[in-house]
């Protein structure tokens, strides 16, 4: 069992910054793909990012890359993605997810755990 808490959403304002940050419970966490992903109002979940287990191996959205860095540390449990140059279309809750299935992570039907969301706000 994996618990995943997300943590670092905000409002921002286009052109800024903000990090998100997600930690893991439990002692399997290296052993997990991990991800990120947004959920706009009345839009489905979408893929953002994500990162193998050791770290050495990412792949993006083509919405994000160049902009949004995802990374892990598995002494401390956490995976981080820093979103730089923000847009207005960035506007979304975001879900840290974990899944062993995969070596990365990028489909919602390989997620096995979700955590609850932080929401992030870009203002025009």
């Known amino acids: 069992q994996v618990q995943l808490v997300e943590s670092g959403g905000g409002l921002v304002q286009a052109g800024g910054s903000l990090r998100v940050s997600c930690v893991a419970s439990?002692?399997?966490?290296?052993?997990?793909?991990m991800a990120w992903f947004r959920q706009a109002p009345g839009k489905e979940r979408e893929f953002v990012a994500t990162i193998n287990w050791s770290g050495d191996n990412t792949y993006y959205a083509d919405s994000v890359k160049g902009r949004f860095t995802i990374s892990r540390d598995n002494a401390k449990n956490t995976v981080d993605l820093q979103m730089n140059s923000l847009k207005p279309e960035d506007t979304a809750v975001y879900y840290c997810a974990a899944g062993r299935s995969t070596v990365l992570l990028a489909s919602i039907r390989r997620v096995e755990y979700w955590g609850q969301g932080t929401q992030v706000t870009v203002s025009s």
């Open positions: 439990g002692r399997t966490f290296s052993s997990y793909a």
